[in-house]
């Protein structure tokens, strides 16, 4: 079963730093491009960042210099480290590849 899962999300303060992970399985994932992306309350889903199947990355300009999107092959997960966080940030952080889409992970940034 072709799957993706997200966790790492949580409440914390501006300035500070969380790590998601996105756990895939049942595809060749050392293949595959993956997103990330994300989704504030009343807003439409915006691109946060990409990471190819050889490690090239890719950041959307509000995320550049903060965030970092790497990949581990050996364990099947891709990671999204956030700095520096701000209210902004503040969304529903979604992995994606292969036209999939995990549940998601809810990251809030306090002021």
């Known amino acids: 079963q072709v799957r993706l899962v997200e966790s790492g999300g949580g409440l914390v303060q501006a300035g500070g730093s969380l790590r998601l992970s996105c756990a895939a399985s049942g595809f060749a994932f050392s293949r595959s491009y993956v997103d990330w992306y994300r989704q504030a309350p009343g807003k439409q889903r915006e691109w946060v960042a990409t990471?190819?199947?050889?490690?090239?990355?890719n950041y959307a300009s509000a995320t550049k210099g903060r965030f970092t999107i790497f990949r581990d092959n050996a364990k099947n997960t891709v990671y999204l480290q956030m700095n520096s966080l701000k209210p902004e940030d503040t969304a529903h952080y979604y992995c994606?590849?292969?036209?999939?889409w995990g549940q998601g992970t809810q990251v809030t940034v306090s002021s």
């Open positions: 994606y590849t292969e036209s999939i």
């Open positions: 990471v190819t199947s050889s490690g090239n990355t």
